[in-house]
């Protein structure tokens, strides 16, 4: 069964680097999605993409953050400057046939 | 905007009792509506989905779920729980289209005891 992967599992980052998350959506899919899910609390959308652009975003999805789809396959959300509240489980998803799949997501630890 | 609202944050269970965690939505269009289980330190697995049809859906590990649109509802049944079954269970909503983004609610943590 095709499934959402995500790189790293775990990244552990300081405070004020750059981080890129990596997702390989399932291959035939078209639309792509980032989450975040803070320890303890419930999971939040992040960003929407279809046919290389955002077609939606939330408020936490401000200018530290951007998402890329470089080559076809990956599709990567870039977190600059990070900051200590930054630390989270971040899930990929990737839609078809009407349902999301999540990735396994990539825990960002930022010291 | 969609939102979605569980009801209980907790909900502590003996072994082999039924369960239902409550799952209210709102939304001024067509939703689409999920149950997902996330079980320690792991991602997020579906238990089962409302797109269209029958307002009950049957799931995987012997849950279901009914929507009640009048009632603005769709909230997760099991007739008989495990041990396993202890994990997070978040309710989610999104329409009016498959693809928009997918809200979550809060999480209930369901615990079911020996």
């Known amino acids: 069964e095709p499934e959402v992967t995500q790189t790293p599992s775990h990244q552990v980052t300081q405070m004020g680097q750059e981080v890129i998350l990596r997702c390989v959506p399932i291959s035939n899919h078209l639309y792509f999605y980032w989450y975040r899910q803070i320890l303890g609390q419930k999971v939040e959308f992040l960003v929407s993409f279809y046919n290389n652009e955002i077609s939606e975003k939330s408020e936490i999805f401000d200018d530290q953050f951007s998402v890329e789809r470089p080559d076809g396959s990956n599709f990567t959300l870039k977190i600059r400057s990070t900051k200590l509240e930054d630390s989270a489980m971040y899930f990929c998803?990737?839609?078809?046939?009407?349902?999301?799949?999540f990735g396994p997501g990539t825990r960002l630890t930022v010291t | 905007a969609q939102s979605v609202t569980q009801l209980d944050s907790q909900v502590p269970v003996f072994e082999e009792a039924p369960v239902e965690l409550r799952c209210n939505y709102s939304s001024s269009v067509s939703v689409y509506l999920f149950w997902y289980v996330q079980y320690p330190n792991q991602g997020l697995q579906l238990l089962l989905k409302?797109?269209?049809?029958?307002?009950l859906v049957k799931g995987i590990n012997g849950f279901e779920a009914e929507f009640n649109k009048s009632q603005t509802s769709f909230h997760l049944r099991k007739p008989s729980v495990h041990i396993s079954d202890t994990a997070e269970y978040f309710c989610?909503?999104?329409?009016?289209?498959?693809?928009?983004?997918?809200?979550f609610g809060a999480g209930t943590r369901l615990t079911v005891k020996p």
């Open positions: 998803a990737s839609s078809g046939e009407g349902l999301q799949y």
């Open positions: 989610a909503v999104s329409g009016p289209t498959y693809d928009n983004d997918m809200r």
């Open positions: 409302y797109l269209s049809g029958s307002t």
